[in-house]
């Protein structure tokens, strides 16, 4: 069974920096891109941010760029998102997401979520 | 990266049959047949129900159904049951590296 269990969320002031965590089992994790989608409270889904299986092919929102960086170790499972220069604008629930399968390339649909982990950026 | 549009809300009996829509803004929906649709209900984390435009993953209903036009995909759901009532979310491809979702439909179910 595929689990994504998120860590790491909680209240952060503004200009601070947080680093949210995503621990992966139940799937050949080196096999999947990973991506990080956020939900600010009552509004929709906004896709964050996308890592490829060998950490190199990274994207970013734009609303994210230069500010947050993704990374993975394939080692440990997991996959991590570093957070700088936050504003109340980022407060959200912060999904960790696992990708499409490779063998029917390309990765493009978001086939398992974990439960999310919240970020609030407050005063 | 704008936001793709679905209609903010949509009703229906059950029973009945809904459709939201979900229109692209030029090089994602358009451009491949791999738009996405996610389930949410109050509280949980999303669920696909409907990739690449059509398809059902194991273990989703049969009435739930998708189907794309030029730049605007579609969701149906026939035979609406009350557990249907969520939040329903398109999502598209655009490159490698980045992924698009639409601003979400609130279905309310009679």
């Known amino acids: 069974e595929v689990q994504l269990v998120e860590s790491g969320g909680g209240l952060v002031q503004p200009g601070g920096s947080l680093r949210v965590s995503c621990a992966a089992s139940?799937?050949?994790?080196?096999?999947?891109?990973m991506h990080w989608v956020r939900q600010a409270p009552g509004r929709g889904l906004e896709w964050v941010s996308t890592?490829?299986?060998?950490?190199?092919?990274?994207g970013y929102a734009d609303s994210v760029k230069g500010r947050f960086t993704i990374s993975r170790d394939n080692a440990k499972n997991s996959v991590y998102l570093q957070m700088n220069s936050l504003t109340t604008e980022d407060t959200a629930f912060y999904y960790c997401?696992?990708?499409?399968?490779?063998?029917?390339?390309?990765?493009?649909?978001?086939?398992?979520w974990g439960q999310g982990t919240l970020v609030a950026v407050s005063s | 990266q704008s936001a793709l549009t679905q209609p903010a809300s949509v009703s229906g009996s059950p029973g009945q049959s809904i459709t939201i829509s979900c229109t692209g803004t030029?090089?994602?929906?358009?451009?491949?047949?791999?738009v996405s649709w996610y389930q949410q209900h109050p509280g949980k984390a999303p669920k696909l129900i409907i990739y690449?435009?059509?398809n059902r993953p194991s273990g989703v209903p049969y009435r739930f159904s998708g189907s794309k036009s030029g730049n605007t995909a579609s969701l149906t759901i026939s035979g609406l049951q009350a557990e249907d009532e969520a939040d329903y979310y398109c999502?598209?491809?655009?490159?490698?590296?980045?992924?698009?979702f639409g601003g979400g439909t609130k279905l309310t179910v009679l």
């Open positions: 997401v696992k990708d499409s399968p490779y063998s029917s390339y390309p990765p493009r649909y978001f086939a398992a």
């Open positions: 139940g799937f050949i994790f080196n096999d999947y891109a």
């Open positions: 890592i490829h299986w060998n950490g190199v092919i990274i």
């Open positions: 030029g090089g994602d929906v358009s451009t491949y047949d791999y």
């Open positions: 690449d435009v059509s």
């Open positions: 999502s598209s491809y655009v490159t490698a590296t980045t992924r698009v």
